[in-house]
């Protein structure tokens, strides 16, 4: 009689069990190296957003000086177009109109006393004659 045996059995091979472990360690590494490459990339992302905010900031505050420097210098350019008043303008007409006879008379429309001593510095120098105009 010929007896039949089983060539296949249900339990895997230690070959089998063997290469099946060394995939799981390897996937296991991969998935590990991916990990650890999120991780840095995250991180390179986290620091560049952050610089790039810093550099906004930046641009913000160059921009306010640059405007408050434009409105400081704006300002002078502005007001040096503004007219002369007309009660100013009339004040400079009577003052002219007042000194303009002694002016052609003596060449100097101020008071000037002649026989006024000199004035003398703390060194005992002559430096001019004090003027009364008051009068």
Known sequence: MVAITATNSATPSIQAVAFGRARLEQAQRVAEQAETTAKDLRAQADSAEQQAQQSQE????????????????ARPRESTMIEVPVKVQKLIEQMYNATSDRRTQSGNPLK????????????GHRTGRIVNVSS
Request: hydrophobic content about 30%; glycine content about 0%.
């Open 112 to 123: 000037t006393n002649v026989s006024a001593p000199p004035v003398l510095n703390s060194q």
């Open 58 to 73: 930046n641009v913000r505050k160059i921009n306010a000086n640059i405007q408050r420097e434009e409105a400081t210098y």
